[in-house]
């Protein structure tokens, strides 16, 4: 992985490069309403091998325990927006991937639920020796990492120099 050059690869090998070594988080959670916690956070077991399949739903139903989220019958469409994001991180992880890239992960939720959503997620992501990059404005979650680029007008920049009103925080938290 580490010596791959993602820009050589087809665009089916780097399909499959993300499919072996990404996991993702978006802001609005992108999840199945008329399926259940357990079902949404394993979905990705249904396009692996078949070996693999019982390991990711397990590691599935880990997470969304570790997370606070109950197994059960209820259908997402019930939950919260920090119950949704958690089942989403759950997915995320649910593959074990080496890297984590998540898109304001706590934009759509009440302070509270993003406090306890940013410290879950820093300490699942180190627990299982997984990069996470956080694209985010939330100035407590950016707290959380171990580094943080600033991006304004489309460049690096120095935090201290950049206006956060136009700057993107670019975080990265090394496992």
Known sequence: MGDTNLVELSQRRRAAFRERHVGMIFQDFLLFEELDALTNAGLSALFRPRSERAGIRARAAEHLQRLGIQDGTRKVASFSG?????????????????????????????????????????????????SLIVVSHDERLLACMDEVLTIADGRPADPADADDTDADKRTINHA
């Open 82 to 130: 920090g119950e949704r994001q958690r089942v989403a991180v759950a997915r995320a992880l649910a593959a074990n991937p080496d890297i984590l890239l998540a898109d304001e992960p706590t934009a759509s939720l009440h302070r509270s639920a993003a406090d306890a959503l940013s410290q879950d997620l820093v300490a699942l992501a180190r627990d299982a020796g997984t």
